[in-house]
């Protein structure tokens, strides 16, 4: 079994700063793509940021410049926040590809948290 925890979260005035975080545990054999999403009232869950193993990363077009991802260890992942917006405000998911011993590569999530901007 698997799980994604997430903390970090919170309310914010418009131009600051959150820092998310997410650590896997589990019975863990390997842990590959690590990223975040978001999900808005209303919207579809989009992807914010992704990091690999390797360390590369991608982001969202609306966070690129103000958002962070890395890879804290192989099975944690960060999101540093910058110069937040009120449309930033969403339920931020933690989401890693993981194999578990035995077992093919299959998605994970964590419970969300939120992340509010306020104007």
């Known amino acids: 079994q698997v799980q994604l925890v997430e903390s970090g979260g919170g309310l914010v005035q418009a131009g600051g700063s959150l820092r998310l975080s997410c650590a896997a545990s589990?019975?863990?054999?390997?842990?590959?793509?690590m990223g975040w999403y978001r999900q808005a009232p209303g919207k579809q869950r989009d992807l914010v940021a992704v990091?690999?193993?390797?360390?590369?990363t991608n982001y969202a077009d609306s966070v690129r410049g103000r958002f962070t991802i890395s890879r804290d260890t192989l099975k944690t992942v960060s999101l540093t926040m910058n110069s937040l917006k009120p449309e930033d405000t969403a339920v931020y998911y933690c989401n890693a590809k993981i194999i578990v011993f035995g077992g093919l590569e299959s998605d994970y999530w964590g419970q969300g948290t939120q992340v509010t901007v306020s104007s």
């Open positions: 589990g019975r863990i054999s390997r842990t590959n793509d």
């Open positions: 990091v690999t193993r390797d360390g590369l």
